[in-house]
C-alpha cells in the first residue's frame, strides 16, 4: 500500500502528522500547539481557583439566606453554585490536557482566586457581592481570552463559554438587585 505524504488538495503532510502523532507522552498537546503551554496552565488555574472560591460563596449565601420572600434567591444562589462547578470541572479538565496539574489546593485558594470570597448576613449584600465577583469573572476572562488570542482555539472556545454563563450570572445578580 502506498502512503500520501501530502493532500494534493490542502498542502496537508499526513505523514508528518502521523508520525508526530505517536509522541504519546504528550496526551492531546500536539506539535502544532502554538499557545504557551505554561502561561496558558496558570490562567487556568487562576479561573480555577476563581470558580471554586465562587462556588463556596454561592453554597454559603444559598445555605445561610432566610425569608419567606428569599425563595427564588435562594434558588438562584443554589444554580449558580452548580454552575461555577460545571466552570471548574472544564477549567481542571483542560488543564489536564494541557499537562498541567489542576490546582485545588485550599490553603492557597483565596489569593489565587481573581474573585473575594464574601461572608454577608444580609440578602441584598449578598446579591451585590455576588454581582461584583461576576463582574470580576468576565473582565478576568476577557483579558484571558485577549492574552490567548488564536494560538490555543480550544481553551478559547471553552472559555468563551464561561464568559457567556458568567454575563448571564451577572445580569441574573443584577436583576435580584432591583
Do not use: W
Amino acid at each position: 500500500m502506498h502512503e500520501v505524504t501530502s493532500n494534493a488538495h490542502t498542502g496537508i503532510d499526513t505523514a508528518a502528522i502521523r508520525e508526530a502523532a505517536r509522541n504519546l507522552d504528550d496526551g492531546a498537546v500536539t506539535a502544532g500547539y502554538q499557545g504557551n503551554r505554561e502561561e496558558v496552565i496558570a490562567m487556568l488555574n487562576g479561573a480555577l481557583a476563581t470558580e471554586l472560591v465562587c462556588i463556596l460563596r454561592y453554597k454559603r449565601h444559598y445555605y445561610t439566606v432566610s425569608g419567606a420572600n428569599n425563595g427564588a434567591i435562594k434558588a438562584e444562589f443554589l444554580e449558580h453554585a452548580l454552575e461555577e462547578q460545571e466552570h471548574a470541572d472544564l477549567l481542571a479538565e483542560r488543564i489536564v490536557q494541557l499537562n498541567g496539574k489542576p490546582d485545588f489546593n485550599p490553603a492557597s485558594l483565596t489569593e489565587r482566586s481573581h474573585a473575594e470570597y464574601n461572608d454577608a448576613e444580609d440578602v441584598a449584600a449578598m446579591v451585590k457581592a455576588n454581582l461584583i465577583a461576576e463582574r470580576v469573572a468576565i473582565e478576568s476572562y476577557r483579558q484571558m481570552l485577549a492574552r490567548i488570542g488564536d494560538s490555543d482555539p480550544t481553551t478559547r472556545q471553552m472559555l468563551v463559554g464561561i464568559m457567556a454563563k458568567e454575563e448571564e450570572h451577572a445580569d441574573d445578580m443584577r436583576d435580584l438587585l432591583e
